[in-house]
């Protein structure tokens, strides 16, 4: 099958599309034996000094590149923070463990900076599944739309957007859209777009995009494991399905579910999410028993494997890599640069003049409706 062929957003059944994790890509390294991975993180943290370098790591990443970063005064956070700690760090090389859009958007927004990625063949399905030409057309066909786009987008995409939100601030910029009175042109992951028309009454014509992680969590799975967890609260990401989402107790990014463990009372969460974030809520709130929300059915080999085959592809190899021989510089062509700089600073100068809006993700348990 070409490149041409594949079904990037499945409408069939049979989930035959690239949306499908059967169709996920990823060569994830070996693990290193203990002795080398342990030589490997004291020869990063040399050289970060060394050439004035930072590690900025997402939460999905494997928990040693986490927990290298902290220690070496970087940063472990969700693609929102990711952006902001880039752009206002003083370092003049910004190594970035997470996928490709990520690398791209701390390039876009830090020109003059260098940008190494572990790994530039880790992308993502929102990503893949909103080729840019096509896009495009799609925005020419609605004019009258402001074009509102995921973080999850090549720097192509977010170059003909008004717009780039993360999912800790969609729902307020859509909000804010709305109050305006404009009509929404949303991109790419149709779950986060149809909560986000829910919870804001916001006209938005949405694309047809899922994340291949999110995508794969099972309502009926989550109903029956709630059953045998009385009393656990169950934390979903916005990109899921709506049968999850109308299950939630809390609905939010990856910081907002983080802070949701760290600040409940609860004994005992779910979470549907990248259980690469696991490896931190373990460590901020180890009182806590946390869940694995379900992917699959009873019969499945593997109940729940929530974790992205692109994130998987970050390891300390690549790390090493970047600093030793300038591996994986991540590069934006102008006018494309520029052209996608405007919807980034739009959003990150709207999150500084409203930090309210990101205080609280969505809260309270509506069966069969949603997050209240």
């Not at 028309?197 to 029956?224: P, R, S, Y």
């Not at 760290?262 to 979470?271: E, K, N, R």
């Amino acid at each position: 099958m070409s490149t041409d062929d594949i079904v990037y957003d499945y409408t069939r059944q049979d989930a035959s599309g690239a949306s499908c994790t059967a169709h996920a890509w990823a060569k994830v390294p070996a693990t290193l034996p203990p002795a080398e991975r342990e030589a490997a993180k004291a020869r990063i943290a040399e050289l970060l000094k060394a050439q004035d370098a930072v590690l900025v790591a997402h939460y999905y990443v494997d928990g040693e590149l986490q927990d290298l970063a902290q220690a070496t005064g970087g940063l472990v956070a969700d693609s929102l923070e990711m952006a902001r700690f880039g752009r206002d760090h003083a370092a003049k090389t910004l190594i970035v463990a997470g996928v490709r859009f990520m690398g791209e958007s701390a390039k876009i927004l830090s020109p003059h900076k260098r940008v190494l990625m572990p790994d530039l063949d880790a992308t993502c399905s929102l990503d893949l599944g909103c080729p840019p030409d096509e896009f495009a057309a799609f925005c020419d066909a609605h004019p009258d739309r402001e074009v509102v786009v995921y973080a999850n987008t090549s720097a192509a995409v977010k170059a003909r957007a008004d717009w780039m939100v993360t999912s800790s601030c969609a729902l307020a910029i859509a909000r804010h859209l709305k109050e305006q009175g404009r009509k929404i042109l949303w991109a790419p992951d149709r779950h986060l777009g149809r909560y986000i028309q829910e919870q804001t009454g916001a006209d938005m014509l949405m694309w047809n995009g899922a994340c291949i992680v999110h995508d794969e969590f099972k309502g009926l799975e989550l109903e029956l494991l709630r059953r045998d967890n009385p009393g656990a609260l169950v934390l979903v990401h916005p990109e899921s399905p709506a049968a999850v989402v109308a299950q939630a107790d809390v609905v939010g990014s990856t910081s907002q579910l983080l802070n949701a463990v760290i600040h409940g009372d609860a004994p005992a969460y779910i979470v549907a999410t990248d259980n690469g974030i696991l490896h931190r809520m373990r460590q901020a709130a180890p009182g806590k028993r946390l869940i694995e929300a379900p992917t699959a059915g009873n019969s499945a080999t593997c109940k729940s494997c929530a974790h992205c085959p692109w994130m998987a592809m970050n390891a300390l190899q690549g790390v090493l890599a970047c600093l030793e021989h300038g591996a994986g510089e991540i590069r934006v062509p102008e006018p494309t640069r520029t052209q996608a700089l405007g919807c980034i600073e739009r959003m990150l100068d709207f999150v500084q003049r409203h930090p309210a809006a990101l205080a609280k993700p969505a809260q309270g348990f509506v069966p069969n409706v949603g997050a209240a």
